[in-house]
């Protein structure tokens, strides 16, 4: 029997020819913790008599989640974690920086064919790389980097197969909301979904990662997809030239696979409570919002900003909306200022944060007000997500969120492109 | 014996202890309070040591952080009994040493009295009089959980015996 992409690739760790369903110790590729995790990293390492951090050249450190600080206990953790990495000699990318999701794959540090652990469950982002990457607690990011190795249940595999051109409008968050809705939140609990079909070569490495992001959203343990030519060439790009891409064998065995026709396609919007409540935008629209946000690890990137900005350039959004911009990280924020993004948003009415994850986790610059519904281009909606249990959060994609914040309601982008 | 409290499907992380209480501090005894607050407030003030959580399906989803299976310990929660768990809740917990049960939870109703019996692999229910047969842990999970999460299992001389591995 051939073997899945996972299969391979943890199989070229342990060195030997592993099966979905084996559980195993393997050492890893990378490592990367943030400043909502790793407070409880340096808690279980205090466990380990001590510790040596053998790894500590693999692990990236970002201050991500509260920038800026907050609060006094905030800007302690964040201290505390700069010395940390001092000491040990690891990466920091530190406030203001971006989003841990964004600059893990925008500073070159994942190759095809890389095991990579984060201690946030949206790791799965970097599998756009072709790489297995997934979200771990932070006892395991304390064993990771101490003893060099972790345990794993070499996970089955679906394989989630997009096919046919993108129509107008459409973007990867839509294509994402779409497979989840079939999926369920927690089909692919435990699982890995591989990615196929001629879809992917219409898509940017940005809705790549947009797409992998969001795959987390199906309890995915990763999510991967092929190294293609657009991938080589985004690699290359940052000097990564030297790739073996990781295939699956043709007679690999798939848990279960699933056909999309994207061409028919239309704006998808997930409703309150679970990102699985997703509707086409033709049964959503209409419905009041008094706050949009466009920003996060799934939706803050270069061309997040340029459909927003060409959908609000010249205009302004409704006096009753509130819209915050998060670009998701500095290089990002830089590039959308040389091309004018920033300024458009800006000019419509937006709120411009400091680059980093903020509003998505209620943990500052943007907290909803009671009974309020809000649009955000972010990948989750639960009760309390943005920091107020008694708000509703509608997910949707740039153009939609960008879209809706001229009309005050949840908007079809297409009557704006 | 413990009480059973009843939850439905797809709790999520977020559920079981906020974003927004983990930023100023990462202390479960200090959190417990706020245990499950947004979907049942006051709970975290009223849940006893030995009390067991019990749930539908995908228990857990949602973030990574180890925070959430930690003030589920903290609240000296016996076990976890749910129809499945999402898997990053399930391996913090493992390592965290937190018993989880995966079993049918359709015959348990808040406030049941209920008895675990690992050898068996079997929930009582002291109050309804049923017995739940559940399926054991794998191995190497289980010699985890036994080991009281999977820093004390490596450096135990199974464990270390791994390490060569690198």
């Given at each position: 029997m051939g073997q899945t992409i996972s299969e391979k690739i943890f199989s070229s760790?342990?060195?030997?020819?592993?099966?979905?369903?084996?559980?195993?110790?393997t050492p890893l590729d990378l490592m990367m913790s943030?400043?909502?995790?790793?407070?409880?990293?340096?808690?279980?390492?205090?466990?380990?008599?001590?510790?040596?951090?053998?790894?500590?050249?693999?692990?990236?450190?970002i201050l991500d989640h509260y920038c800026p600080s907050p609060s006094q206990e905030v800007s302690r953790i964040h201290e505390d974690i700069k010395a940390f990495a001092h000491q040990f000699g690891c990466t920091l990318y530190a406030e203001g920086e971006g989003v841990c999701h964004q600059l893990i794959p925008e500073k070159g540090h994942i190759r095809p064919g890389h095991l990579?652990?984060?201690?946030?469950?949206?790791?799965?982002?970097?599998?756009?790389?072709?790489?297995?990457?997934?979200?771990?607690?932070?006892?395991?990011?304390?064993?990771?980097?101490?003893?060099?190795?972790?345990?794993?249940?070499?996970?089955?595999?679906?394989?989630i197969e997009l096919n046919g051109n993108i129509p107008k409008g459409v973007y990867a968050k839509d294509i994402s909301l779409h497979f989840i809705a079939k999926v369920t939140s927690r089909g692919a609990n435990g699982l890995a979904v591989e990615f196929s079909g001629d879809t992917l070569g219409k898509l940017s490495m940005e809705g790549r990662l947009t797409i992998c992001n969001m795959v987390m959203e199906t309890g995915a343990k990763a999510g991967i997809m092929p190294a293609d030519e657009v991938c080589r060439a985004w690699l290359k790009g940052k000097g990564i030239t030297d790739i073996l891409p990781v295939t699956p064998d043709s007679d690999a065995a798939y848990a279960r696979e699933y056909t999309f026709d994207i061409s028919s396609l239309e704006p998808q919007v997930a409703t309150p409570h679970q990102v699985d409540n997703v509707h086409p935008i033709s049964e959503v629209k209409g419905k009041k919002i008094a706050m949009a946000f466009l920003g996060t690890c799934t939706n803050g990137r270069l061309e997040d900003l340029a459909v927003a900005a060409q959908i609000l350039k010249g205009k302004r959004i409704h006096p009753g909306v509130v819209l915050v911009i998060a670009p998701a990280s500095r290089d990002v924020m830089l590039e959308a200022c040389n091309r004018g993004y920033i300024q458009a948003l800006v000019e419509s009415g937006g709120m411009l944060n400091a680059p980093g994850c903020g509003p998505c986790v209620g943990?500052?610059?943007?907290?909803?007000?009671?009974?309020?519904?809000?649009?955000?281009?972010?990948?989750?909606?639960?009760?309390?997500?943005?920091?107020?249990?008694?708000?509703?959060?509608?997910?949707?994609?740039?153009?939609?969120?960008?879209?809706s914040c001229l009309t005050g309601e949840i908007t079809d982008p297409r009557e704006f492109l | 014996m413990g009480i059973a409290h009843k939850f439905g499907d797809d709790i999520n992380t977020d559920y079981i202890i906020a974003?927004?209480?983990?930023?100023?501090?990462?202390?479960?005894?200090?959190?417990?309070?706020?245990?499950?607050?947004?979907?049942?407030?006051?709970?975290?003030?009223?849940?006893?040591?030995?009390?067991?959580l019990v749930a539908g399906e995908n228990f857990g989803c949602g973030s990574a952080m180890e925070i959430a299976p930690?003030?589920?310990?903290?609240?000296?929660?016996?076990?976890?009994?749910?129809?499945?768990?999402?898997?990053?809740?399930?391996?913090?917990?493992?390592?965290?040493?937190?018993?989880?049960?995966?079993?049918?939870?359709?015959?348990?109703?808040?406030?049941?009295?209920?008895?675990?019996?690992?050898?068996?692999?079997?929930?009582?229910?002291l109050t309804r009089r049923v017995?739940?047969?559940?399926?054991?842990?794998?191995?190497?999970?289980?010699?985890?959980?036994?080991?009281?999460?999977?820093?004390?299992?490596?450096?135990?001389?199974?464990?270390?015996?791994?390490?060569p591995l690198l």
């Open positions: 760790h342990v060195k030997r020819e592993v099966t979905a369903g084996d559980i195993l110790f943030n400043d909502a995790s790793f407070p409880l990293v340096l808690e279980a390492l205090q466990k380990i008599r001590g510790y040596t951090l053998k790894e500590a050249r693999k692990l990236v450190l990579v652990i984060g201690s946030d469950s949206h790791t799965t982002t970097y599998g756009a790389l072709n790489a297995f990457a997934t979200g771990v607690g932070s006892t395991d990011m304390a064993v990771a980097i101490h003893y060099g190795l972790l345990w794993f249940k070499v996970p089955l595999s679906i394989r943990a500052l610059g943007g907290v909803p007000a009671d009974g309020v519904n809000v649009i955000s281009t972010a990948n989750r909606n639960f009760i309390g997500r943005m920091g107020n249990v008694k708000a509703s959060i509608y997910l949707a994609s740039p153009a939609t969120v960008a879209a | 974003s927004k209480r983990k930023r100023d501090t990462v202390d479960p005894k200090k959190l417990v309070r706020f245990l499950m607050e947004d979907i049942r407030p006051g709970f975290g003030g009223t849940v006893q040591p030995g009390d067991f930690m003030v589920v310990v903290g609240a000296g929660i016996q076990a976890v009994l749910a129809k499945s768990f999402a898997r990053t809740f399930f391996r913090n917990a493992v390592n965290l040493g937190l018993l989880l049960v995966t079993c049918d939870t359709e015959q348990i109703t808040g406030g049941d009295e209920l008895a675990l019996d690992l050898e068996q692999g079997l929930v009582r229910n017995e739940i047969p559940f399926q054991p842990l794998p191995a190497l999970m289980k010699k985890i959980v036994q080991a009281g999460g999977v820093i004390p299992f490596l450096e135990s001389d199974e464990g270390r015996a791994l390490l």
